[in-house]
């Protein structure tokens, strides 16, 4: 491609930037503080050196959960700060509820280790990580488009509660068990809790997809229940010995594992499929240019679209091609929502603010070159 290079494009910030409600700020701030809490708490405990050691140690397989996570949510990805705060309410808010009811459960009389362990601490830990999947769809229902989106947030909270649960777990046991204790929560079984509450988030998925009132009932319970029955599961075959262990974990854990991961990817080339066919739609309204579809619905073409951009317009024109993306993908999914007749109340509002927004960027973008009749042009590098 030849021609005039462009000069740098200089976007105005406040169309880059997403605007946080009181509630986004209120929520990073709880979460921020309870996070130092538990840091403090364990510095006490185990001192710097040892901190160090067993933080180290609880986040050695997270990272790899966490970036399967994004990989799955990449056709629509879910703002940065609902995914710091999906981890972050796993870590704190799920966390400090379990402590809290569980030592006042554990003290009642009459009970067993057992049913401690493998009924009443699941029950509780999957209600206490579940409540941000309620959350999130009572105060930010446009963010939960379906299955996926779900399995997202719920497998992101798990990690996060994970995380400082193994942390406590490294503190408690003695220094003879740590690796024992590491080859089961480290090795074999780092992705139960992500797992395990991936359950409720694909009731919650069906409930929010579906019309029928009864469905949008029952879903969310039946994943919460076969939610708390894996993590039952998983609890409870500690008791069995090391064989009955292997055994539940070979014969049932591993094999949901697996379910949950096909239905995961089943749900993310649905929902590449669902954006494609929503954006040739709304291309057919007008409301964008049919050629501008390419670089928003396809992932390949999207991210070398926006490193043309910057090629030619520096870091704001990658930004601004950027938001304009996850704006019209936005459009796409509510466009999708009001067309199976599920739309949110505001829904003629909220398509309202988003066109606004994408006009607004409109001026800002640098597109590569539009396709001719031998198909498109080469990018210059």
């Known amino acids: 491609m030849t021609g005039p290079v462009p000069p740098p494009v200089s976007v105005p910030p406040a169309l880059l930037r997403a605007r946080r409600s ?8 709880v979460l921020g503080l309870g996070g130092l809490v538990i840091a403090i708490l364990v510095l006490l405990s185990a001192g710097p050196g040892g901190a160090l050691v067993i933080t180290l140690l609880a986040a050695v397989s997270f990272p790899v959960l966490i970036l399967i996570c ?3 949510d990449r056709y629509e990805p879910e703002p940065g700060r609902y995914r710091l705060a999906a981890l972050g309410w796993g870590a704190v808010a799920a966390v400090g509820f379990s402590l809290v009811t569980e030592r006042v459960l554990f003290a009642v009389p009459n009970t067993s280790d057992f049913i401690d362990t493998a009924v009443t601490a699941p029950l509780l830990e999957e209600l206490g990580k579940g409540l941000f999947l309620v959350a999130i769809v009572i105060f930010r229902r446009d963010q939960v488009h379906g299955i996926l989106d779900g399995i997202v947030y719920a497998a992101l909270v798990g990690i996060g509660f994970a995380f400082v649960e193994d942390i406590f777990y490294y503190l408690g046991a003695p220094n003879s068990d740590v690796v024992s204790v590491f080859l089961v929560r480290g090795i074999i079984g780092p992705f139960a809790h992500p797992l395990f509450t991936a359950a409720t988030g694909i009731g919650i998925g069906i409930a929010i997809t579906t019309r029928r009132p009864v469905v949008r009932i029952v879903a969310p319970l039946a994943g919460f229940l076969l939610a708390v029955a894996m993590h039952a599961t998983w609890n409870g075959s500690l008791f069995w010995g090391g064989r009955g ?25 649905r929902e590449g499929k669902l954006l494609e066919a929503a954006l040739r739609d709304i291309a057919r309204l007008g409301w964008i240019r049919p050629e501008e579809t390419r670089w928003i619905s396809r992932l390949s073409d999207r991210m070398s679209a926006r490193a043309y951009a910057r090629r030619l317009g520096g870091k704001p024109a990658q930004q601004a ?21 599920t739309p949110p109340r505001d829904v003629n509002e909220r398509m309202t ?14 597109l590569p070159p539009p396709p001719t009749a031998h198909g498109y042009p080469p990018i210059a590098r």
């Open 70 to 72: 994004f990989w799955l």
């Open 245 to 269: 262990f292997f055994i539940a974990y070979g014969v049932i854990i591993l094999p949901l594992l697996v379910v949950i991961m096909v239905m995961a990817i089943w749900a993310r080339s």
């Open 353 to 366: 603010i988003l066109l606004q927004r994408a006009v607004a960027l409109h001026p800002y973008l640098i």
């Open 321 to 341: 091609l950027r938001a304009y993306q996850q704006t019209l993908i936005e459009v796409a999914f509510l466009h999708h929502r009001a067309l199976q007749g």
């Open 22 to 29: 009181p509630l986004s700020w209120v929520t990073m701030i």
